[in-house]
């Protein structure tokens, strides 16, 4: 999934160093679903600085350029992919749609906000990835309007098998700037983590409900 080892790298540090994602093996986060977590990520904080925010943004267009091609719209999974997204049209010159988590309850009753045509070539931006659910529901509904989804990009996956088999149910391809295991290498090597830390992060991600039950 990851296009440039280096690149990876390079994200993996910029989003440790604005604390976009935190890790705390001796003090787990809650996830919103209730899980025990080591990490938290919230993309959305690389908005807050400029040169982070930019380098994610053009990390973003020579990859999906590089693996994808040229597309003709770009697109964005509300909430977290639309200010992403829209960066990456710009840069790109391309036009820009969002898919909304559910349609309008009132007007149109739209779920895909903007203008498109139908066989248009998109690419989906994301922030995250985690089971994969609320992304592969957006590239259905892009489909359903019509649209030729050519993938989908985004910052970082925790690299669940879970979200690797429902994308590859959805023969949906993906590309990250970096995932899980380049962002704990990186996080060691700037000693950002202990050994011991590393052997719990890793631990987690191996088996995660197993874990959660062990905390």
């Excluded at 690797?164 to 995932?179: G, H, R, V, Y």
């Excluded at 090597?189 to 062990?214: A, C, F, H, K, T």
Aim: aromatic content about 8%.
């Amino acid at each position: 999934m990851i296009e440039n080892k280096e690149t990876a790298l390079k994200v993996a540090e910029l989003l440790l160093q604005v604390k976009a994602v935190k890790l705390q093996p001796k003090n787990p986060f809650s996830w919103a679903s209730g899980w025990k977590s080591p990490i938290y990520c919230d993309n959305r904080v690389t908005l807050s600085h400029p040169g982070v925010r930019t380098h994610i943004r053009q990390a973003f267009c020579e990859n999906i350029i590089l693996r994808f091609g040229k597309p003709d719209v770009i697109a964005g999974v509300a909430t977290g992919g639309v200010p992403q997204g829209v960066l990456v049209a710009q840069e790109l010159g391309l036009p820009f749609i969002y898919v909304r988590s559910a349609a309008k309850d009132h007007g149109m009753g739209n779920t895909i906000e903007g203008s498109f045509q139908k066989g248009q070539r998109v690419i989906l931006i994301e922030d995250l990835i985690s089971t994969g659910g609320s992304s592969i529901k957006a590239v259905n509904a892009l489909r359903d309007g019509g649209l030729d989804v050519k993938g989908l990009a985004a910052i970082f996956t925790y690299g669940f098998k879970l979200a690797e088999e429902n994308f590859s149910k959805a023969e949906c391809p993906i590309l990250t700037l970096t995932d899980y295991a380049v962002l704990i290498e990186q996080a060691l090597n700037s000693n950002y983590i202990s050994q011991d830390d590393l052997v719990q992060l890793q631990s987690w991600r191996e088996n995660p409900s197993i874990w959660m039950q062990e905390k």
